[in-house]
């Protein structure tokens, strides 16, 4: 069964950047699509950006030009580069994949940004 590990959320300042990592066990991520989603306090989870099986990419528009989403093949990971970060990106940040059968989530990191 898959198992996905999310990492690198903090506390941050408005402009400022981070980098969320996404670990893998049980699955190769490279065969599947591989999501990066949001929940801030009080709203919807939201899908923020995908990563294809092929790399192609596509983001939601609030986060264009300033989120990169990427992935590692040889560590299995997925990433989200996040630069500019403004507190409306204030959220637990959550990984998500599907294979054929079967959707996998991570258990969240928080993003608090702030001044």
């Known amino acids: 069964q898959a198992q996905l590990v999310e990492s690198g959320g903090g506390l941050v300042q408005p402009g400022g950047s981070l980098r969320l990592s996404c670990a893998a066990s049980?699955?190769?991520?490279?065969?599947?699509?591989t999501a990066w989603y949001r929940q801030a306090p009080g709203k919807q989870r939201e899908l923020v950006a995908t990563?294809?099986?092929?790399?192609?990419?596509a983001y939601v528009d609030s986060v264009k030009g300033r989120f990169t989403i990427s992935r590692d093949n040889a560590k299995n990971t997925v990433y989200l580069q996040m630069s500019n970060l403004k507190p409306e990106d204030t959220a637990v940040y959550y990984c998500?994949?599907?294979?054929?059968?079967?959707?996998?989530w991570g258990q969240g990191t928080q993003v608090t940004v702030t001044s």
């Open positions: 998500y994949t599907r294979t054929e059968t079967t959707g996998s």
């Open positions: 049980g699955i190769i991520l490279r065969r599947y699509s």
């Open positions: 990563i294809t099986n092929g790399g192609g990419t």
